[in-house]
């Protein structure tokens, strides 16, 4: 069984371009989550997928922003990127639909993106 | 608001040695748990997914146990071994409306020297 993957696995790009994350989830899952991960902030919440609608959006400004497409894969978008934006984008794929507790996540192996 | 907290922070061990991580959450109505094994620079592997109504969970040299009541898991690692060192991540999935996201703690950085 084929686990989430993430493409691509590396990026480098110029400050005010802006970037496309890729995430396949497993098959089946309809839930895709994604993550900033920073040395000084950790991890942090960006936004979360089901079936091709946005359930919720962590604390990032306007210029992160995603989508999900009928097949459940899933994208993220940069615009704009500023320095900080350098980080470890990870995305998580659940087989669960709501408050269940028989699910876990399984995450993929992220894109560095590196703005210079 | 859910809070997750692991200690130690960092930990470094000789080989052979077992050893226990901490994870305490604020907030015990949770509905599962799980831990994460990070390496340098890589994505998230799950360990171990505990349930709410359970009180352990094994697999291989690992063992995870719950107490929700007093908000703490552990993770045990037997006879640890050079390629367990990385980061141990755990997480509760907070389900505020009808989002899913889960809630990390910090991590522990674990060294096994050779």
């Known amino acids: 069984k084929a686990g989430v993957t993430q493409t691509p696995r590396y990026l480098i790009k110029t400050r005010g371009q802006q970037v496309t994350l890729s995430c396949s989830p497993i098959?089946?899952?309809?839930?895709v989550s994604w993550y900033q991960q920073t040395p000084g902030q950790g991890l942090q919440f960006l936004f979360e997928y089901f079936s091709e609608t946005q359930r919720n959006k962590g604390n990032f400004p306007g210029r992160f922003s995603g989508r999900q497409f009928s097949n459940s894969r899933s994208e993220m978008n940069v615009s704009t990127l500023e320095l900080g934006d350098s980080a470890l984008y990870l995305c998580a794929s659940s087989g669960s639909t709501g408050r269940q507790p028989g699910y876990g996540y399984t995450f993929g192996s992220g894109t560095r993106l590196t703005v210079v | 608001k859910q809070e997750v907290t692991q200690i130690p922070a960092a930990l470094s061990v000789p080989e052979g040695e077992n050893l226990v991580l901490n994870c305490s959450f604020t907030?015990?109505?949770?509905?599962?748990l799980q831990w994460f094994r990070q390496d340098p620079g890589k994505g998230l592997t799950s360990l171990l997914l505990?349930?709410?109504?359970?009180r352990e969970q094994t697999s291989g040299r690992l063992n995870a146990s719950l107490d929700k009541s007093s908000g703490r898991s552990t993770l045990y690692i037997a006879a640890s071994q050079p390629g367990d060192s990385a980061t141990y991540l755990c997480?509760?999935?907070?389900?505020?409306?009808?989002?899913?996201?889960?809630?990390f703690g910090t991590g522990t950085l674990l060294a096994v020297q050779p």
């Open positions: 505990i349930q709410s109504s359970q």
């Open positions: 997480a509760v999935p907070n389900y505020g409306g009808a989002t899913n996201k889960l809630i």
């Open positions: 098959s089946g899952h309809r839930s």
């Open positions: 907030d015990s109505a949770i509905y599962n």
